[in-house]
């Protein structure tokens, strides 16, 4: 059994930082990619940031420049450092990994419960 779970989230004003954690445990042989990605009330969940187990990255647009996004696989760990908030960040922000649970299985997209992170105005 494979789990993330988020920590780091919370309430922050414009201007502010915040640093998401995302722990995945269990029966893990290896990780592929993992990212980070957000819903807003009454949007559809987009894709923020990702890494690569190679340590390729990928940002949205709207966060260029302002989140960081990184790994410690010794950890099993993803983080995601974001600078310079926004009231538009404000969202619930879910992580996933490509993990190979079994040595017949291929990769596969685990995703954690969320943790909601609000940027006052």
């Known amino acids: 059994q494979v789990q993330l779970v988020e920590s780091g989230g919370g309430l922050v004003q414009a201007g502010g930082s915040l640093r998401l954690s995302c722990a995945a445990s269990?029966?893990?042989?290896?990780?592929?990619?993992m990212g980070w990605s957000r819903q807003a009330p009454g949007k559809q969940r987009e894709l923020v940031a990702r890494?690569?187990?190679?340590?390729?990255?990928y940002y949205a647009d709207s966060v260029v420049g302002r989140f960081t996004i990184s790994r410690d696989d010794a950890k099993n760990t993803v983080y995601l450092q974001m600078n310079s908030l926004k009231p538009e960040d404000t969202a619930v922000y879910y992580c996933n990994a490509l993990i190979r649970a079994r040595a017949w299985s291929g990769f596969k997209d685990y995703w954690g419960q969320g943790t909601q992170v609000t940027v006052s105005s």
């Open positions: 269990g029966s893990i042989l290896s990780i592929n990619a």
């Open positions: 890494i690569t187990s190679g340590g390729s990255t």
